[in-house]
């Protein structure tokens, strides 16, 4: 399992990603580079890019559209650089899963990180060697990393997913109380462990835990574990409802 850190913060893109109507919206980060095609507009999210970026991005700015959802249930994550070699030092492939999370704020609440969506993984299609109509193929559909390479180890996933439909309790990772980096997690997790967060004061008493300020995919190997699958099946269904 890949807990992955995606969209705006307050350093890319400059604030939280909104909750509107209790459903999370998760806002791309900015484009660089011009590998993109795809606009604020576009998603119909200038007007919240625009909000939540406090007027520095809106519906003509190009966005960094990934992970992508499909309609038809299908879901593609593209990754490179450090942290697609810490993904393919850690193992992660068919069958794994990752739950994605962002930092968001409800209209007069405080940020704070939430679960958003998931992407089970059936293939991971290396971008640099991958047949040409494959690379084609994913450009049509907009994916940034096809589009253009980021880096010489440029990796798509692909599987199903979906996000969610409403922003409920069970998805929410930080506290009620706060900071939004405090999280409250599953107890086998510390027994698991988690990439990037081997140090022991990190692990707090009552099943919390003190997330790592930077990085974007944090790795659990949960093996067989019942209580582990049983948590990230329960997940995957209160995103799916």
Known sequence: MVLSRKGFDSSAGGGP?????????????????GLSRTRYG??????????????????????????????????????CGAAQTHLERQGVGAGDVFVFFG????????????????????????????????VEELERLGVPHAIGLHAANDTAYLGNGCTAAR?????????????????????????????????????????????VARGQEFVADIGERGDAREWLAAIIAEIES
């Not at 990603?17 to 580079?33: C, M, N, Q, Y």
């Not at 576009?42 to 939540?52: I, M, N, S, T, Y």
């Not at 968001?104 to 047949?131: N, Q, S």
């Open 42 to 79: 576009d998603l119909g999210l200038g007007e919240l890019a625009r909000a939540a970026s406090r007027g520095k991005l809106g519906a003509t700015d190009l966005c960094h559209h990934d992970p992508m959802f499909l309609h038809d249930g299908r879901a593609i994550l593209g990754q």
């Open 103 to 134: 930092l968001f704020r409800e209209e007069g609440g405080k940020p704070h990180h939430r679960i958003f969506a998931y992407l089970e993984v059936e293939e991971v299609l290396p971008l640099t060697d991958a047949p040409p109509a494959r």
């Open 17 to 33: 990603s909104p909750v509107v109507d209790k459903r999370p919206k998760s806002l791309p980060i900015p484009a660089s580079g």
């Open 167 to 211: 922003a409920s309790d069970a998805l929410r990772l930080t506290v009620p109380e706060g900071p939004p980096s405090l999280w409250q997690v599953p107890g086998w997790l510390r027994e698991t462990g988690l990439s990037y967060h081997d140090r022991a004061d990190r692990w707090r008493e009552g099943d919390r835990l003190q997330s």
